[in-house]
């Protein structure tokens, strides 16, 4: 079974600009998680899409946005980019809620000039 | 366990020997936990998990214990190797499947 899968892998963007990110959950997981990864911060959750609709978003400004797709591939979207978004963006998939673990995939790597 | 940023810490151990690896959280409430891990370049691998109506499970080379009274976790590793090394988190859903990640332990194995 195929893991996660995050493209790109690697961007490279100037201030002011706006980005997509993609994420292919596992095949079957309808619920797909979005965090970001810092240095300084650690592992921080954005938001978390279930059937199409956003059911749980953490504390980031409105800059930071999602989607789900029927298909639960999903989209996040970060506008007017600033230097302090540079960050590892990681997609996680699982089948629902409840006891079950997410997968991660490996990640976009975001570099803000 | 929050993540703050930081320094983390490192758990340096000799090939062959068994490593542990502790996380503390805070929520009592707490019913679920998962260890990942963490390679260079890589986003984190689910390794184990447990509830909360447990004390231990072990998987292969692995065993997680739970110690509700002091709220406190361990990961041990048996036999560690050279390709144990990475960083290793702890989580838990806060709410939902809204994880909340310790700050991570970089553990080196040394041959």
């Known amino acids: ?15 002011g600009q706006q980005v997509t990110l993609s994420c292919s959950p596992i095949s079957g997981h309808r619920s797909v998680s979005w965090y970001q990864q810092t240095p300084g911060q650690g592992l921080q959750f954005l938001f978390e899409y279930f059937s199409e609709t956003q059911r749980n978003k953490g504390n980031f400004p409105g800059r930071f946005s999602g ?37 991660f995939g490996d990640g976009t790597r975001l570099s803000i000039l | 366990g929050e993540s703050v940023g930081l320094h983390l810490p490192t758990l340096s151990v000799q090939e062959g020997d068994n490593s542990i690896i502790n996380c503390a959280y805070s929520n009592s409430a707490s019913d679920y936990f998962i260890w990942y891990k963490q390679e260079s370049g890589k986003g984190p691998q689910f390794i184990i998990d447990i509830r909360s109506n447990m004390d231990k499970r072990q998987g292969q080379r692995v065993t997680v214990l739970l110690n509700k009274t002091v709220k406190h976790l361990s990961l041990q590793i048996a036999a560690t190797q050279p390709g144990d090394s990475a960083v290793y988190f702890c989580a838990e859903p806060e709410y939902g499947n809204k994880l909340v990640f310790g700050a991570g332990t970089i553990l080196r194995v040394k041959s």
């Not at chain 1, 079974?1 to 201030?15: C, F, S």
């Not at chain 1, 506008?79 to 079950?100: H, K, V």
């Open chain 1, 67 to 103: 989607r789900q797709f029927s298909n639960s591939r999903s989209e996040m979207n970060v506008s007017t980019l600033e230097l302090g978004d540079s960050a590892l963006y990681l997609c996680a998939s699982s089948l629902g809620t409840g006891y079950q673990p997410q997968h």
């Open chain 1, 1 to 15: 079974k195929a893991g996660v899968t995050q493209t790109p892998r690697y961007l490279i963007k100037t201030r």
